[in-house]
Every structure is written in C-alpha cells, then in structure tokens.
C-alpha cells in the first residue's frame, strides 16, 4: 500500500471510550487525509491535513480530532465514542502536484 | 462543487464476457477523474486516471476508461472479464486537486 501504514487494524470499543488511530507514511509526502468508509455511500473525507502542523476539515469532521506534529503521522482521534462511528477507517497520502491518492491498508472500528 | 454518480450499485457478468461499469461526473471545470478497485477486505488501489491528457485511458489488468465530456461520463470496460475482477469498484473526481469524492462504487459478481 504505497508505504502507508494504519495501526490498530481492528478495534472494538464501548460507547464513551476513546482511541487514537495512527496513519504512517515512509513517503516523505505533504498531504495526509482521514477517510471513513461505510456501504452504499464509498469514502468520505474526514479531516486532512497540507503539511506539519496544519489539519483541516472534510465533510464529516464532527465526532473526530486530528493532529499533525510530525509530517509522517497523522493521528485521527474519537473523544467519545458513538455506535455511529462504527465504520473502516482509510488514511491516504498525497504528493503534490500529483492530485493521485495513496491509502493504507484501513482500520475496522466497531463501537458497541 | 464536484460529484460523482455510480450508477449501478451491482453487476454481475459471466467469465469471458465484456465488463462495463458506469460513472457520471459533474464538475465545474476540466476535472481529473480516477476509477479505484477494493477486493474484499482489502484496502484501495488505483486502476486508472485521467488527467486531461488522452480521453482513452488504459489501466491495469486490462481496464480501461474513456472520458467524454459531452456525456459528462468516465464509464470502466474490460473486454473480458475474470474471477479476479470481482470487487468493489469507485469511480472519483478530484475536487480543486486537493480532495477527492468518491461515488457510492459498484459491486462486481464474477460467475463462473
């Protein structure tokens, strides 16, 4: 998957809990995104972010956190955990000015 | 703002026989536009894109697309199809180079 990796690889929380999903990349890329990824309705952007230190919200940021204070992490984190959010969880990579996207391999998230 | 349109959710097609999956894009200018294949459990990989260059465009294991503008359609064929193809396919446009939307994908069933 294009030196991107994505730990855990599954998980299982309780409503309430909260959890940190790392995304690696050994690329050296500026851009890093958060997707989520639920049936009928393909990936859609949480949060991503242009370069160290900067994050920005996609279309359905609500529920989530990121941060970015190394350029080869990128950190989506759930405060609160809601059965909601029980999704598979991308992260990609992106080097400009290649417009091409590259993912991990995803995270299965289950909240009960 | 740019969106996709998949415009079936599933299709099924014999071994041998031609493969034709549908996309629909609008975007308010020259887009670029991808077409993605996930296998069960499996993270994302690029079949294709198109980048304003050739409207034909050849990806691997023998898919291709054609971009055409006046129909506003990326449709993915393949001449014959293989056990292997059977996987969740998304057609994509890149939103302003950054961002990308996914359409809902489209499931295809192999049989043999």
């Known amino acids: 998957n294009a030196g991107v990796t994505q730990t855990p690889k599954f998980r299982v929380l309780k409503t309430g809990q909260s959890m940190t999903l790392l995304c690696a990349q050994d690329?050296?890329?500026?851009?890093m995104y958060w997707y989520r990824q639920d049936p009928g309705m393909g990936l859609r952007l949480i949060h991503y972010?242009?370069?160290?230190?900067?994050?920005a919200k996609g279309e359905v940021p609500d529920g989530y956190n990121v941060s970015r204070l190394k350029k080869q992490n990128f950190l989506l984190g759930l405060e609160s955990a809601a059965p909601s959010q029980t999704s598979v969880y991308f992260c990609?990579?992106?080097?400009?000015?290649?417009?091409?996207?590259?993912f991990g391999p995803g995270t299965r998230l289950t909240v009960l | 703002a740019q969106s996709v349109t998949q415009l079936d959710s599933h299709v099924s097609v014999s071994e041998g026989t031609p493969v034709l999956l549908r996309c629909n894009y609008s975007?308010?200018?020259?887009?670029?536009l991808f077409w993605y294949v996930q296998h069960p459990n499996k993270g994302l990989q690029l079949l294709l894109k198109?980048?304003?260059?050739?409207?034909l465009v050849k990806g691997i294991n023998g898919f291709e697309a054609e971009f055409k503008k006046s129909e506003t359609s990326f449709h993915l064929t393949k001449p014959s199809a293989h056990m292997s193809d059977a996987a969740e396919y998304f057609c994509v446009v890149s939103q302003y180079g950054n961002k990308l939307v996914f359409g809902a994908g489209t499931i295809l069933r192999v049989k043999s």
């Open positions: 990609a990579i992106r080097g400009a000015p290649s417009d091409e996207q590259f």
């Open positions: 972010s242009v370069g160290e230190g900067t994050t």
């Open positions: 198109y980048t304003s260059a050739a409207t």
């Open positions: 690329m050296n890329h500026e851009y």
């Open positions: 975007s308010s200018y020259s887009p670029s």
